[in-house]
């Protein structure tokens, strides 16, 4: 029973840390949305692609939390306001961001200057379900090559978004995905959750999400 | 520093349950592949491909690692000689199998009868990287929809694999995937590897695959 226990004290401890996070974005009026997705679902082109979109009306900084590696945050460097990257490979959790993580990344951004701030977790489908960062909003990327039974396979962390995004929309006639079958899914274990349909490649339904953020943005600062 | 003690002692007690799961199935002369990717880079798929061709070849057994359903046990009972699904949503490891959770499937299967275990692990590119099964060949797919970097952004698992499978290659007309990049990046980490590229729409691939699983196999019993 050791192990549980330290466990349950490190998610507690998470979960303080995480709570103090949100109150110093808050007296900044700075969003934050925790970014999640399997690898290689298109996290840092959404993030290129909101961040051209929102150009001129927000300004922008983003964390990239990776296991090694600096190649998505030299990607975000030029159209970002501000980047930080965390490389968790030898840290105790490396499978996800923590909550003292994004506390350390948070008080080397300028935050009185930001409106917003994009955390791009670790590739992965589990650990980040367990630890709160500190968001406004949990956004849960699922790209079409990774099949539509994902929600049935991972449902902690479809059914805990504030929003998903089906991306690579691009792809439908080459890979076999069923979007009633995905969407039922979702909404079975998250009645409240918005679905949104993109492509980075062909901008599909960009400037929708985008417009989307912004208000939640908005509504939230 | 508490919680980096008890994660030693984890991994010290898992590679100890996974040298006797390597006793059990050497025993039995068993061949067993741990079998890892990201969520949906295909591993049921190949799973399914191999078994078709190593058919009358060989008596396969699969073990199904999933945080949550039973769709992919479901998908291979046809094919297979014998089934054993885990779940690891409510285990204290959610995010990969570890030796434990095989020492009690292997219990559960008719090793006498068996010449290959599959082991398709949760599907996450970090987690499984840390846990030692007792397996003879560590087996790491990626798909091409995912992009060429990840050997940069998860270099445990790649780095650690004896065999690389990059699959969906039917997909590389509609996606930007240099696969020049992507085998440097692996060899450079990990020069013994050997690569193979796979579709289990188009069949490309699939027989030069399992041949050289089947040699593997026989050497190894």
Chains 1, 2 share one sequence.
Not at 21 to 28: E, M, V
Not at 125 to 136: D, N, R, Y
Request: charged share 25%.
């Amino acid at each position: 029973m050791k192990k549980i226990e330290v466990v349950q004290d490190i998610l507690e401890a998470n979960e303080s840390i995480a709570r103090g996070n949100k109150q110093l974005l808050d007296q900044h009026k700075v969003f934050a949305v925790n970014i999640m997705s399997a690898p290689g679902s298109g996290k840092t082109s959404l993030i290129l692609k909101i961040m051209a979109q929102l150009k001129g009306k927000l300004k922008t900084a983003v964390i990239e939390g990776d296991i090694a590696s600096t190649v998505d945050a030299e990607k975000v460097q030029e159209q970002a306001d501000a980047v930080v990257q965390i490389n968790t490979r030898h840290m105790p959790e490396s499978c996800a961001l923590i909550a003292a993580m994004v506390d350390q990344a948070l008080k080397s951004l300028p935050l009185e200057e930001l409106d917003l701030v994009l955390i791009e977790n670790v590739g992965n489908l589990v650990c980040p379900s367990e630890f709160a960062l500190g968001e406004h909003m949990r956004l849960v990327i699922s790209s079409l090559p990774e099949g539509h039974d994902k929600p049935l396979k991972y449902p902690m962390i479809f059914a805990d978004a504030h929003a998903v995004v089906v991306n690579k929309m691009d792809l439908l006639p080459y890979v076999d995905f069923d979007l009633g079958a995905f969407r039922r899914s979702v909404e079975g274990m998250n009645p409240g959750v918005t679905i949104f349909q993109t492509s980075c490649k062909t901008d599909e339904g960009i400037e929708e999400f985008s417009s989307w953020l912004l208000q939640q943005v908005k509504a939230g600062n």
